[in-house]
């Protein structure tokens, strides 16, 4: 079935732009954000996914993208127009755009912040979504993202070491301003005895949503790089992240 807007590429659009974000490794913000961005084109939104871990991106990989153009090329051919960007992004079968991240992390430096802008501004009117998975890290780069996203989906895992990081990290977005924007996501729920409201106390903040601890199901979709929404389509992982793309999508 076609999605709706392969009828309409006429339609002039304003991209909402989701960053997702997780103060280390193994958070599973890459899984939220190649499963939530598959679920929007799911339901016929234009969606570009930006692998913005410059440095050891994965989105590549969990969606099984054969060796392909990224970012770094792009910045160093320098050509920012419509139709030049536009050869440097991935078409999945499923209609959704990627743009991958740099094939070694020598090239992660080349990437600035202002390119970021760059990208967005010519792309906003061609999507619905621009989605970026960022890096684990504060750094110009990702700042900038944030700066100009309008969600930033900060996944967080029922651990001491992830809430230690979110407190500094919410203090950090605070400071610049970018609260309002924050979307706090509990990823990996019951894998472990910390629980969803032991961390909401600890943060003085709700959950946005909170996805259930389903390993195989992840495990399983990594290795075959096919997004759980879509291998998994029934299981509590899918549904949940189905529910959040639906109810907050424009």
Do not use: W
């Amino acid at each position: 079935m076609r999605n709706k807007e392969d009828r309409n590429e006429d339609v002039m659009r304003d991209a909402t732009v989701v960053a997702v974000f997780g103060t280390k490794g193994g958070t599973g913000k890459t899984t939220f954000a190649v499963n939530y961005a598959m679920s929007l084109q799911d339901i016929g939104k234009k969606v570009l996914l930006i692998d913005l871990d410059l440095q050891f991106g994965d989105v590549g990989v969990f969606l099984d993208i054969p060796k392909f153009e990224t970012i770094s090329d792009l910045v160093t051919d320098g050509d920012f127009s419509l139709e030049n960007v536009n050869t440097y992004l991935f078409k999945h079968k499923s209609g959704m755009q990627v743009m991958c991240a740099p094939n070694s992390p020598e090239f992660a430096e080349l990437v600035k912040p202002d390119h970021i802008s760059m990208i967005v501004d010519v792309l906003r009117n061609e999507f619905d979504y621009i989605i970026f998975d960022l890096g684990p890290t504060i750094d110009e780069t990702s700042l900038q993202a944030v700066d100009i996203c309008n969600d930033i989906c900060f996944i967080i895992t029922p651990d001491i070491s992830s809430l230690k990081n979110a407190k500094v990290c919410l203090k950090v977005l605070d400071t610049l301003g970018l609260t309002g924007k924050v979307k706090l996501i509990l990823n990996k729920d019951g894998s472990s005895d910390i629980k969803a409201k032991d961390m909401e106390a600890a943060l003085g903040v709700g959950m946005n949503l909170t996805i259930p601890f389903d390993a195989k199901s992840a495990i399983a979709s990594v290795n075959r790089g096919i997004p759980i929404v879509t291998a998994a389509p029934k299981s509590k992982v899918s549904k949940v992240i189905k529910d959040f793309a639906e109810q907050g999508s424009k």
